[in-house]
């Protein structure tokens, strides 16, 4: 694609809205928010097997983004359509789902948990303080203690996505998401493994080694995916309340305008907080004209190919 100017555009409103789109326009986000509630009952009685609530608040937050998109598309041009893009974005998926995610969460993870209670043990016997499991206020009430949660990862995951846009070989890799001139629910997927590696040790991996318990983590996690699905929605939706505290798609998109100074801002990735606390947080009645990054592959190559181009970037 050819980056260029991103002047504000008000979204697609053609027809007259019936009950159902209205509905949809108001009640998806809401509905969205309320599949994550129950995840976290779900997890913190567990109801099920921690992965199986994890897969169905997925896929409850994808179809309720693709029965919006379907019906309150906010850009024609950029729905999910068969293409050489679609392809390479249904592979990254399956490659972040089926390789990536599993594999920073079954092994990296508790790699750092580990190292962490090693340095903890370590410390306790010199006398001093311990670090690594025990600095997180497991006492602390469970809402308490998600809200900390949240806030500690945010930080983490902030911290790295701003470097991400400004760090050469970080962004060679992190540019991959930003490359299509699209936004909706399938792109969203669009991350190089490695962006994936480092973003969740910057925020679960961080507070694995402050010691968070387990379904305090679990929980975060079902919260911070249906937001992420959302986050990307090609859909006409009424985010007013929520866009001073979310990671919504009315700030996310201006995190995709084209051109580097649009595109410095709202870094969030579930909360808005530190976008506030540091200033990047930005809020336009208008999304942008234009998304995406000049100068990545793959323009029709393939996914290998655009990773293929990101880690030459990254060493050039
Ligand atoms: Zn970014």
């Known amino acids: 694609m050819t980056?260029?100017?991103?002047?504000?555009?008000?979204?697609?409103?053609?027809?007259?809205?019936?009950?159902?789109?209205?509905?949809?326009?108001?009640?998806?986000?809401?509905?969205?928010?309320?599949?994550?509630?129950?995840?976290?009952?779900?997890?913190?009685?567990?109801?099920?097997?921690?992965?199986?609530?994890?897969?169905?608040?997925?896929?409850?937050?994808?179809?309720?983004?693709?029965i919006a998109e379907r019906r309150l598309p906010f850009r024609a041009a950029w729905r999910v359509a068969p293409s050489a893009e679609r392809r390479v974005d249904i592979t990254s998926m399956a490659v972040l789902m089926l390789l990536a995610d599993p594999l920073s969460k079954m092994t990296l993870l508790p790699l750092v948990a580990s190292l962490a209670a090693t340095a903890a043990a370590a410390i306790a016997e010199a006398g001093g303080r311990p670090l690594g499991l025990g600095l997180f206020p497991a006492a602390l009430p469970l809402p308490l203690q998600l809200l900390l949660a949240a806030a500690v990862a945010e930080l983490g995951q902030y911290g790295t996505h701003r470097a991400?846009?400004?760090?050469?070989?970080?962004?060679?890799?992190?540019?991959?998401?930003?490359?299509p001139a699209r936004v909706n629910w399938l792109n969203g997927f669009r991350v190089n493994p490695l962006n994936?590696?480092?973003?969740?040790?910057?925020?679960?991996?961080?507070?694995v080694a402050l010691g968070a318990p387990?379904?305090?983590?679990?929980?975060?996690?079902?919260?911070?995916?249906?937001?992420?699905?959302?986050?990307?929605?090609?859909?006409?939706?009424?985010?007013?309340?929520?866009?001073?505290?979310?990671?919504?798609a009315d700030l996310h998109r201006w995190h995709h305008a084209a051109g580097h100074a649009q595109g410095q801002c709202n870094f969030g990735a579930v909360l808005m907080l530190w976008d506030h606390v540091f200033g990047t947080y930005?809020?336009?009645?208008?999304?942008?004209?234009?998304?995406?990054?000049?100068?990545?592959?793959?323009?029709?190559?393939?996914?290998?190919?655009?990773?293929?181009?990101?880690?030459?970037?990254a060493w050039r």
Do not use: C
Not at 164 to 179: K, T
Not at 196 to 207: I, K, N, P, R
Not at 222 to 229: C, E, I, P, Y
């Open 164 to 179: 991400a846009h400004g760090v050469r070989w970080m962004w060679a890799m992190h540019g991959f998401h930003h490359n």
């Open 3 to 66: 980056a260029s100017t991103s002047a504000s555009v008000s979204p697609e409103r053609a027809r007259r809205a019936s009950f159902p789109d209205t509905l949809i326009r108001w009640g998806a986000f809401p509905a969205g928010l309320a599949v994550a509630a129950l995840a976290a009952l779900a997890l913190h009685h567990r109801w099920m097997p921690a992965m199986a609530v994890q897969m169905a608040a997925m896929v409850a937050a994808v179809l309720l983004v693709v």
């Open 214 to 248: 387990e379904p305090v983590i679990q929980m975060l996690i079902a919260f911070g995916t249906v937001v992420a699905v959302f986050q990307h929605a090609n859909a006409d939706l009424r985010l007013d309340g929520w866009n001073r505290l979310l990671s919504t």
């Open 196 to 207: 994936l590696l480092w973003h969740q040790l910057a925020g679960l991996g961080l507070l």
């Open 282 to 313: 930005r809020r336009h009645d208008a999304a942008p004209a234009v998304v995406g990054v000049a100068g990545f592959e793959p323009k029709a190559a393939g996914y290998l190919a655009g990773l293929r181009e990101a880690a030459r970037m």
